[in-house]
């Protein structure tokens, strides 16, 4: 299974110490990224160049291996043309927004702006919000522990300020400064409150405080020789079922000691960072073409659907494509773009025309075929097409599979497939449900989903490993609350009533910061 560790190995790495006019919009190919940039190539390449040796960087410094993900499961990041920009993709004019991050076995989204506007002293550059986003990421791909909101933000503030030396290396563990208010002036977190998890009614300073003492404390663990092993041992009694304060206690021991170091420890003249050379980095391939018009018209109503469309907005963005497909009715991003509206419209019979019309573009389209697939179970499941629809809606999603072998969103669909059949999911189809989640561990709904499977299979031990990192889940309280539900019918040995509240209390989905 591909995770990642929880907390930095410092062994062996050098820590030093710290006192236009609108381009084209193209895209970057990497071997874990897919990007699209109202930008020059140039601008691209190095931007794609950057991310692919931020990502090096963490994986150096946990000490595990890289494996590069399928073809349909490689993070797709849109760089948009500013905050407002960003806002509106999601539809919260909120302007503490100022990236967004989605996780999902069906592909993950990054959202990030291009420019902040006038640049202020303290104020977030672009690239720290890319980084940061993408920290999210690559936490969410190790989910055997749960995740505390504070070691989120923090870890997420921490490879946010990753900086690019002049000859190429990259140094990590730089104090945020637009984090300096909520470090020294913003109102404090309780530290115990901190490590609960307990943030309901934060204020606006509170929140700022979360995030800011939320990185002071996760580099302070890492660097602080007397604390090693604290946070990881945190990890491990989250992981064996602790409750967060008991979890913290165990591992950090008193908490105003703690709070006392930490204070101390925020005030020194100068804290520690870690410098990785150049030489240590290896140049990724990377591949930049333009859009074509049919694709620089689509992409507005694309993004905004990738970020996250309810079925209402899913109608109107099929609606305004509506023109743009009957101009390139033999476009394959076009058409694929318009089956995808069409399904989240609830619009099957169109989305499989528009599938078909992808497919005769590209023959090799797995996404594609992955729609045509899924907008057949719709139709079959409405009672539109014979029982015999559901076999070809599988062949359609196995193809894909055969073509993507590491993309999990044909393995979650086929597993899926039986379920709204109203059969029992064969052996192959748990076996690939549980490894879609191997391949897409930051998906919560479907985590829930291999857990849910493993509890109907008597498999208590996998149910409950699955589950615990989401029962404290910070950002999506029911679903955290099902699933400490759940573990607590399963330790009481209540198994008819775990199985009857996962047929009474359907999954919810979650999704990454």
Request: aromatic letters at 8%; charged letters at 25%; glycine letters at 6%.
């Amino acid at each position: 299974m591909r995770v990642l560790c929880l907390f930095l190995l410092m062994a062996g790495w050098s820590v030093v110490l710290t006192g236009t006019a609108h381009a084209k919009w193209h895209r970057a190919t990497t071997p874990h990224f897919v990007i699209y940039a109202n930008e020059d190539a140039a601008k691209l390449h190095d931007r794609a160049t950057r991310l692919e040796k931020v990502r090096q960087a963490v994986h150096l410094l946990r000490k595990v291996k890289d494996y590069p993900p399928g073809e349909g499961n490689r993070l797709t990041v849109f760089v948009v043309e500013d905050l407002s920009h960003v806002q509106r993709m999601l539809r919260a004019p909120d302007p503490g927004i100022s990236g967004y991050y989605r996780g999902r076995a069906s592909g993950p989204v990054m959202l990030v702006p291009r420019w902040m506007g006038v640049w202020r002293k303290g104020q977030p550059t672009p690239e720290t919000v890319f980084f940061h986003e993408y920290a999210h990421h690559l936490l969410l791909q190790d989910l055997k522990h749960p995740l505390p909101q504070w070691l989120s933000e923090g870890f997420a503030e921490f490879v946010g300020q990753a900086r690019f030396t002049t000859v190429g290396g990259i140094a990590v563990g730089h104090f945020p400064r637009h984090r300096q208010f909520g470090l020294t002036q913003a109102f404090e977190v309780p530290l115990d409150r901190l490590l609960t998890g307990n943030y309901v009614r934060l204020d606006s300073d509170q929140v700022e405080n979360l995030y800011a003492r939320g990185w002071l404390l996760y580099h302070y663990l890492n660097f602080e020789p007397t604390r090693r092993g604290q946070l990881d041992r945190y990890l491990t009694a989250l992981a064996s079922g602790d409750e967060p304060l008991r979890a913290a206690v165990t591992a950090f021991g008193d908490f105003k000691k703690l709070e006392k170091d930490l204070t101390a420890y925020a005030r020194r003249p100068k804290l520690h960072y870690i410098q990785i050379p150049a030489t240590k980095l290896k140049t990724s391939p990377i591949a930049i073409r333009p859009l074509s018009p049919a694709e620089t018209d689509i992409l507005p109503l694309h993004i905004e659907l990738k970020v996250g469309a309810s079925e209402r907005a899913a109608r109107r963005l099929a609606w305004q494509a509506k023109s743009i497909a009957n101009r390139y009715a033999s476009d394959h991003f076009v058409q694929l773009a318009v089956a995808e509206m069409e399904l989240e419209a609830k619009n099957a019979d169109a989305a499989e025309v528009a599938a078909d019309r992808a497919l005769q573009a590209n023959p090799r389209s797995t996404q594609a075929m992955i729609v045509k697939g899924r907008a057949i179970m719709e139709r079959a499941a409405a009672g539109k097409l014979p029982a015999k629809a559901w076999n070809d809606a599988r062949r359609w999603i196995m193809a894909a599979n055969k073509i993507d072998t590491e993309d999990p969103e044909p393995l979650v669909l086929f597993h899926e497939s039986f379920e709204r059949q109203g059969l029992a999911p064969t052996p192959d189809a748990v076996a690939a449900l549980h490894y879609a989640l191997a391949l897409a561990p930051q998906d919560q709904h479907l985590r829930l989903k291999s857990a849910v499977q493993h509890l109907r299979q008597g498999k208590l031990a996998e149910a409950k490993r699955t589950l615990i990192p989401i029962a404290w889940h910070p950002h999506r309280k029911g679903a955290a609350a099902s699933a400490r539900e759940l573990m607590k019918l399963i330790n009481e040995g209540k198994m008819r009533e775990a199985v009857q509240l996962t047929a009474h209390n359907p999954p919810e989905e979650v999704e990454g910061h």
